[in-house]
């Protein structure tokens, strides 16, 4: 079951631009995760930001949180030919017995044009 | 440096053949974790352990198998009871505090392909 959705899914920008990418699920969470993923490599762990926040910053990054509306969005300035990548957001989820999950969304496909 | 490290990269399976692909970390994470990736689409958990000796069946179980006698270590075997394999394999490791996640690592994968 896939709980975050992100949009679009997939994005074009010419280096300088900003992104945004955008994560909707569906049931409460204790926090939310967006990962990058390089063609063929693995997922790299960017940001996590709880549910009692609203948003937060790391370098060129910065993810909102909006429980409310159960929706995040990931937003990268001042973009650059590197960060061409995917982008996932991760919820978690309840497994039972205190055991937590991670759900991944499809991802947003960002090519960034120098 | 700390790490998760999967091999092979590239593997191809027969009709009729077990595989195993392989995951070591040597981040001294209790908790392990196998997803497997189709084309164009996000992560589906295959299998997860949070302890040694112990491993509960995600998504997808179906066809795949797993061990977990070390903590170092969590290979998963694709049986030829799954119809479907070829996919993209990721393995990840995560600090494991119950009910507060923690980011997960990740392996480079390996891409299993039918013969």
């Known amino acids: 079951s896939q709980q975050g959705e992100e949009d679009p899914q997939a994005l074009s920008i010419q280096e300088g631009e900003n992104a945004t990418m955008n994560c909707s699920y569906k049931?409460?969470?204790?926090?939310l995760q967006w990962y990058r993923q390089n063609s063929g490599r693995g997922l790299v762990h960017l940001i996590l930001?709880?549910?009692?926040?609203r948003e937060k910053h790391s370098g060129r990054l910065r993810v909102t949180l909006d429980t409310s509306k159960k929706s995040s969005s990931l937003l990268i300035t001042a973009s650059r030919a590197a960060d061409t990548a995917s982008y996932f957001c991760a919820t978690d989820r309840n497994s039972g017995a205190g055991s937590y999950q991670l759900t991944f969304g499809k991802g947003t496909k960002l090519s960034v044009i120098p | 440096d700390g790490g998760i490290t999967q091999s092979p990269k590239y593997l191809f399976r027969k009709e009729g053949q077990n595989v195993t692909l392989s995951c070591e970390q040597n981040?001294?994470?209790?908790?392990m974790y196998w997803y497997r990736q189709d084309p164009g689409q996000g992560l589906r958990l295959i299998y997860y352990?949070?302890?040694?000796?112990?491993?509960q069946k995600g998504d997808i179980a179906e066809g795949y198998s797993v061990s977990r006698e070390k903590k170092e270590s969590f290979p998963l075997t694709v049986t030829s009871a799954q119809k479907n394999p070829t996919a993209f394999y990721l393995c990840?490791?995560?600090?494991?505090?119950?009910?507060?996640?923690?980011?997960?690592?990740f392996g480079d994968g390996t891409r299993l392909s039918i013969l």
């Open positions: 049931t409460s969470i204790n926090n």
């Open positions: 930001i709880r549910s009692n926040e």
């Open positions: 352990s949070q302890i040694v000796n112990d491993f």
């Open positions: 990840a490791s995560s600090i494991d505090r119950g009910s507060d996640n923690q980011p997960q690592h």
């Open positions: 981040l001294n994470h209790d908790a």
